[in-house]
Every structure is written in structure tokens, then in C-alpha cells.
């Protein structure tokens, strides 16, 4: 695609923000630095496969289905994000529109992040934060996220 005018950019990235809203389901492997260190690529690459296994449509790209199945917005995204925070519990993957944050996953707890949250809407348990025995499904469960400011 090549944009030529401030109005072509314009129009792209409303296109865009309207495929990322209409997308019902979205997977977001953290992509900072830490995450990288810990394997973040092996964990975004073995979603694709987890997703293809059980015939459910995905997309990499806003504006298509790399999987062709199923209507439009009904793919399930998936994304890299910057740093979620957290760095230490890296491999860090956020599901919306659950809100569930996983810590420390692995290539092969992609499939049953994919059967338990995307297929199921549960949450992993195991993936999940534990703090002092407390199971902590979302970022804003876990004390650290509870004391940052957003500006």
C-alpha cells in the first residue's frame, strides 16, 4: 500500500482502528526486551498453530484473515505489545477481552491458552499471577499494576 497523502494516512489508520475494534477476540505477546530474552517469539509463533489445530479463524494483519474462515471481525488478533511490565515474569501474554495475564509462558501453553480462554473463556490458573497464595487473573489484581498512575 503506498500512502501519498496526509488524507490517505488518515484514512488507513481509521481503517485500521476500525478492524482492531471489531476483532472480538485478542492475544498480545509481550515483545520488550525481557520478553524477548525469555523466548516471546517462540511463544508468538506457536499461537498461529495452536489457533490453525482447531479450525478458528486468526489474523496477524488488521485488514485480512491469515486463516480463511469465518466472517470479518470474527478472527481472533493476534499482536505483539511493548513491555506489559512485569519483566521478570516474562514470558508475559495478555488476552482480551478477558483481561487475563499470563506470566511465564511457554511455546507449549499456547494450546491451552487458546482451548481454556479462547474456546472456553476460563482462565488458566496456572499461568496466572500467584501472589501470597492469591490468584491474580488480571493485571490490576496484582499489587505491582495497583500502584502505577496512568497519565
Given at each position: 500500500?503506498?500512502?501519498?497523502?496526509?488524507?490517505?494516512?488518515?484514512?488507513?489508520?481509521?481503517?485500521?482502528?476500525?478492524?482492531?475494534?471489531?476483532?472480538?477476540?485478542?492475544?498480545?505477546?509481550?515483545?520488550?526486551?525481557?520478553?524477548?530474552?525469555?523466548?516471546?517469539?517462540?511463544?508468538?509463533?506457536?499461537?498461529?498453530?495452536?489457533?490453525?489445530?482447531?479450525?478458528?479463524p486468526y489474523?496477524?494483519?488488521?485488514?485480512?484473515?491469515?486463516?480463511?474462515?469465518?466472517?470479518?471481525?470474527e478472527a481472533?488478533?493476534?499482536?505483539?505489545?511493548?513491555?506489559?511490565?512485569?519483566?521478570?515474569?516474562?514470558?508475559?501474554?495478555?488476552?482480551?477481552?478477558?483481561?487475563?495475564?499470563?506470566?511465564?509462558?511457554?511455546?507449549?501453553?499456547?494450546?491451552?491458552?487458546?482451548?481454556?480462554?479462547?474456546?472456553?473463556?476460563?482462565?488458566?490458573?496456572?499461568?496466572?499471577?500467584?501472589?501470597?497464595?492469591?490468584?491474580?487473573?488480571?493485571?490490576?489484581?496484582?499489587?505491582?499494576?495497583?500502584?502505577?498512575?496512568?497519565?
Amino acid at each position: 500500500m503506498s500512502l501519498k497523502t496526509r488524507e490517505d494516512l488518515q484514512k488507513f489508520r481509521a481503517e485500521c482502528a476500525a478492524a482492531f475494534q471489531a476483532q472480538k477476540k485478542k492475544i498480545f505477546v509481550c515483545s520488550g526486551q525481557s520478553c524477548v530474552a525469555s523466548g516471546s517469539q517462540l511463544v508468538y509463533d506457536a499461537f498461529p498453530a495452536a489457533i490453525r489445530e482447531r479450525n478458528l479463524p486468526y489474523s496477524v494483519d488488521f485488514l485480512r484473515d491469515d486463516h480463511d474462515q469465518g466472517k470479518p471481525g470474527e478472527a481472533i488478533g493476534l499482536k505483539k505489545s511493548g513491555c506489559q511490565g512485569l519483566c521478570e515474569l516474562g514470558v508475559l501474554v495478555r488476552v482480551e477481552p478477558e483481561g487475563f495475564l499470563y506470566t511465564k509462558v511457554k511455546p507449549e501453553d499456547c494450546a491451552e491458552i487458546v482451548d481454556e480462554t479462547l474456546v472456553n473463556g476460563k482462565l488458566v490458573e496456572r499461568l496466572a499471577h500467584n501472589h501470597n497464595g492469591q490468584i491474580c487473573a488480571r493485571p490490576e489484581d496484582i499489587p505491582f499494576y495497583q500502584k502505577h498512575v496512568k497519565f
